[in-house]
């Protein structure tokens, strides 16, 4: 697809978003909401001087494809990814918002991220090493990291509202927010996941691990929020270059990650800016990562 300046900040004429996350910015539409994903790129909890080009139109196309493939399991939160159907003065900026936005419905958030994990890796392969366990979940014992689990696990932690998340046990979620909505959520957490990892397999992809973010409407329903299954919230390996016993190549951000590694960024501000290959590397992994999943290119 043709190559856009990167969107840092979604500056629209007579609207300001409400509230900025580490890539959304949302607003306040009435009784909906309209999520905007733009290009900024996080790593290490903060968000990095340079852009990924198309970043947030994968990670918007992306949700809306695995929304729809898992609506059966359990509703979501999506109205419409039709800007001529969002409320004004929203629709007056379609060329901005196509293909990076949707409209959705407002929840009352769960504080808890439901993280499915059918490989160990990431904070969960670090705290096996420890402990032989994950979020309180016992494992068999000689492990290798990125091995592949005996079942998938369901893994809760907190969310934070700056730094990193932190991992805890179904018991300890069950008393947060009550044992019943804890036992649903891994249910769903889980039925999603062997969706999500069974047509990854099916496109030569490993889904290692993701999570999901819940809400409840003013009725009580219980839906699917956020984003679901994206590189930004999941770990996807390319199936034919598995090899446990070590870290995986991956359509993330890792390339980030290894050039921040490499420079010795103090993980302090002043954040760094990009160099443009790894900046084309990212763009091309998420990329394909849409292509493989999907079957289609980005929009």
């Keep these: 697809m043709p190559l856009a300046p990167p969107l840092i900040d979604t500056q629209l004429d007579g609207v300001s978003p409400d509230r ?5 910015d949302i607003f ?3 009784d909906s909401i309209v999520l905007v994903a733009t290009d900024r790129i996080s790593a290490f909890d903060y968000v990095l001087g340079s852009g990924i080009p198309d970043k947030g139109k994968v990670l918007t196309q992306l949700s809306a494809f695995w929304f729809d493939r898992t609506k059966a399991i359990v509703p979501n939160h999506v ?14 900026h379609a060329d901005l918002l196509t293909g990076r936005s949707m409209l959705v419905r407002r929840t009352a958030p769960i504080p808890i991220e439901c993280v499915a994990r059918g490989y160990l890796s990431g904070s969960g392969w670090k705290e096996y090493i420890e402990s032989g366990r994950v979020c309180g979940v016992d494992l068999p014992a000689g492990l290798r990291e990125s091995d592949r689990l005996p079942s998938p696990i369901f893994t809760p932690a907190t969310k934070a509202e700056s730094g990193h998340d ?7 979620a069950g008393r947060l927010i009550g044992h019943d909505l804890v036992t649903r959520l891994r249910d769903l957490t889980l039925a999603l996941y062997d969706e999500g990892a069974r047509h990854a397999n099916a496109c030569g992809i490993i889904l290692a691990d993701t999570k999901f973010e819940f809400g409840h409407l003013p009725s009580g329903e219980l839906i699917l929020i956020d984003e679901v299954m994206t590189p930004d919230s999941s770990r996807y390996w390319p199936k034919d270059g598995y090899a446990p016993g070590g870290p995986q190549p991956s359509f993330d951000k890792q390339y980030v990650r290894d050039y921040l590694e490499a420079i010795a960024w103090n993980k302090q501000p002043p954040v760094p800016s990009l160099p443009e290959d790894v900046v084309m590397r990212t763009r091309d992994k998420y990329l394909e990562a849409y292509r493989r999943l999907t079957g289609a290119e980005v929009r």
């Design 20 to 24: 900025r996350g580490k890539v959304r």
């Design 28 to 30: 306040d539409v009435g």
């Design 166 to 172: 932190i991992n805890i046990s179904e018991e300890h």
């Design 79 to 92: 109205l419409t990814l039709d800007v001529s159907q969002y409320p004004e003065p929203m629709r007056r």
